[in-house]
């Protein structure tokens, strides 16, 4: 805002400037265009910088700069080229800066500065627009406009980053840096719209860690939130770029493994197993932890995430009720 304000009262000085001298106005008005000019600019930043809402704060100094606006334009008795310019422009930059809300407030503060200064000023008309006005009122059109679409492209670009971090975020799991279950869910549904399409081995492995209420009973929760954390990494390191580790809620994990058959898929689990099973808990060197692991092949009949997610469950429970710490697939 700080720039975009300099540039504007600086482009915006040369056309008034040049109306004011035609009209052989006072010194001390042109004293005050100067002062509009380059030392607004840096009392609004300063203004707003310290304020305890800056955004309020900056929203005001738009008005005011609206109100200006209203100001110059009677001043310059309505000449008809820099008044246009000038006002279609202020309304522009506080219909980007704050919407229509912004718009409404600084057009009817523009109006009532310009018809109070207008009138005070015995309502002069100036139809002529001067050479010299005309050229000085260009740079203000071309340079700034361009400056504003510079300054919007550059936001946009921005938001829309702003907008893919947000959307990674909302499919993240809040503790560890794992898909949730909104992002296993489409990348299921994804997975089985391709099966649908062309005949392929996909696997989907359910993962509980055994025993995980007595990690939290006996050490803790903050303990169980870095065994969870550890975990999440063996899983990562274990998986490919292609497949998607994600936390499903509380101690359970699931891994989507595309164009895996269950051999692969088999690998991949005893790869987990083993890395999981070097990790100790520094509270108790002597407790080991152990996973059970359930694998689930999609198949012609599955419809849903829902059907997939349940033939994984499915297994996992009969790996549990084998005994826990092993893997079962089906």
Same mark, same amino acid.
């Given at each position: 805002?700080?720039?975009?304000?300099?540039?504007?009262?600086?482009?915006?000085?040369?056309?008034?400037?040049?109306?004011?001298?035609?009209?052989?106005?006072?010194?001390?008005?042109?004293?005050?265009?100067?002062?509009?000019?380059?030392?607004?600019?840096?009392?609004?930043?300063?203004?707003?910088?310290?304020?305890?809402?800056?955004?309020?704060?900056?929203?005001?100094?738009?008005?005011?700069?609206?109100?200006?606006?209203?100001?110059?334009?009677?001043?310059?008795?309505?000449?008809?080229?820099?008044?246009?310019?000038?006002?279609?422009?202020?309304?522009?930059?506080?219909?980007?800066?704050?919407?229509?809300?912004?718009?409404?407030?600084?057009?009817?503060?523009?109006?009532?500065?310009?018809?109070?200064?207008?009138?005070?000023?015995?309502?002069?008309?100036?139809?002529?627009?001067?050479?010299?006005?005309?050229?000085?009122?260009?740079?203000?059109?071309?340079?700034?406009?361009?400056?504003?679409?510079?300054?919007?492209?550059?936001?946009?670009?921005?938001?829309?980053?702003?907008?893919?971090?947000?959307?990674?975020?909302?499919?993240?799991?809040?503790?560890?840096?794992?898909?949730?279950?909104?992002?296993?869910?489409?990348?299921?549904?994804?997975?089985?719209?391709?099966?649908?399409?062309?005949?392929?081995?996909?696997?989907?492995?359910?993962?509980?860690?055994?025993?995980?209420?007595?990690?939290?009973?006996?050490?803790?929760?903050? !303990?169980?939130?870095?065994?969870?954390?550890?975990?999440?990494?063996? +899983?990562? &390191? %274990? =998986? #490919?770029?292609? @497949?998607?580790? *994600?936390?499903?809620?509380?101690?359970?994990? !699931?891994?989507?493994?595309?164009?895996?058959?269950?051999?692969?898929? +088999?690998? &991949? %689990? =005893? #790869?987990?197993? @083993?890395?999981? *099973?070097?990790?100790?808990?520094?509270?108790?060197?002597?407790?080991?932890?152990?996973?059970?692991?359930?694998?689930?092949?999609?198949?012609?009949?599955?419809?849903?995430?829902?059907?997939?997610?349940?033939?994984?469950?499915?297994?996992?429970?009969?790996?549990?009720?084998?005994?826990?710490?092993?893997?079962?697939?089906?």
């Amino acid at each position: 805002m700080y720039l975009m304000r300099m540039l504007g009262t600086l482009l915006c000085f040369f056309p008034i400037l040049s109306v004011l001298l035609e009209h052989h106005e006072p010194v001390w008005l042109v004293l005050l265009l100067a002062i509009n000019a380059f030392i607004w600019p840096t009392i609004a930043f300063l203004r707003a910088s310290k304020a305890q809402k800056p955004l309020t704060c900056e929203h005001h100094n738009l008005v005011f700069d609206a109100a200006a606006g209203g100001f110059w334009i009677a001043m310059m008795a309505v000449n008809p080229l820099p008044s246009v310019v000038i006002a279609t422009i202020l309304l522009a930059d506080r219909l980007s800066a704050g919407g229509h809300e912004l718009v409404r407030k600084a057009g009817a503060t523009m109006l009532a500065v310009f018809s109070a200064a207008w009138l005070a000023k015995g309502m002069p008309f100036d139809p002529i627009v001067t050479q010299r006005t005309l050229y000085a009122t260009l740079p203000l059109i071309a340079i700034y406009l361009l400056a504003l679409s510079v300054l919007t492209d550059n936001i946009a670009k921005k938001l829309r980053q702003k907008s893919r971090e947000l959307e990674r975020i909302a499919m993240m799991d809040p503790l560890l840096d794992i898909a949730n279950r909104r992002l296993l869910e489409k990348r299921i549904n994804h997975e089985l719209a391709k099966l649908r399409e062309s005949a392929h081995c996909s696997s989907l492995m359910f993962i509980d860690i055994d025993n995980f209420k007595e990690v939290n009973d006996r050490f803790g929760h903050k !303990v169980g939130d870095t065994l969870l954390v550890t975990v999440s990494k063996i +899983l990562h &390191v %274990a =998986t #490919r770029k292609t @497949d998607t580790p *994600a936390r499903l809620g509380g101690d359970e994990f !699931v891994i989507l493994l595309p164009d895996t058959s269950p051999e692969e898929a +088999l690998v &991949v %689990a =005893t #790869r987990i197993m @083993d890395a999981t *099973a070097v990790m100790m808990v520094a509270q108790d060197p002597t407790f080991r932890c152990t996973l059970s692991i359930g694998i689930a092949n999609a198949t012609q009949d599955m419809e849903t995430v829902t059907d997939w997610l349940k033939a994984a469950d499915d297994a996992l429970y009969r790996a549990k009720r084998a005994g826990k710490n092993r893997i079962y697939a089906h």
